[in-house]
């Protein structure tokens, strides 16, 4: 069974930068994508940021140019790197891998991260 864990979330000052990690393990699997949601308390998961296995990237516009989505080589890790965080990107951070085998889903357990204004 494919397990995903994040790292890195915290409390930040507005205009400051986290960097979040996501490492797969557990279970053989190819991922088509791997992903960064988030959710507000009272909002739903909205994605963030994609990349998938041929490198393209993808950004929802409230942060494009503030936060950079990277994998490694064999695409069972995955980054976020977030600057000029506002308070507005206070949120738990999900971290998504979708199966090029079986097109499941694999979500994290989350991490909070926090931006006091």
């Known amino acids: 069974q494919v397990r995903l864990v994040e790292s890195g979330g915290g409390l930040v000052q507005a205009g400051g930068s986290l960097r979040l990690s996501c490492a797969a393990s557990?279970?053989?699997?190819?991922?088509?994508?791997l992903a960064w949601y988030r959710q507000a308390p009272g909002n739903q998961r909205e994605l963030v940021a994609t990349?998938?296995?041929?490198?393209?990237?993808d950004y929802a516009d409230s942060v494009k140019g503030r936060f950079t989505i990277s994998a490694n080589s064999t695409m069972i890790a995955v980054y976020l790197q977030m600057n000029s965080l506002k308070p507005e990107d206070t949120a738990v951070y999900y971290c998504?891998?979708?199966?090029?085998?079986?097109?499941?889903?694999?979500w994290g357990q989350g991490t909070q991260v926090t931006v006091s204004s």
């Open positions: 990349i998938t296995r041929g490198r393209r990237t």
């Open positions: 557990g279970g053989l699997d190819i991922f088509n994508s």
């Open positions: 998504n891998a979708q199966s090029a085998v079986t097109l499941e889903d694999y």
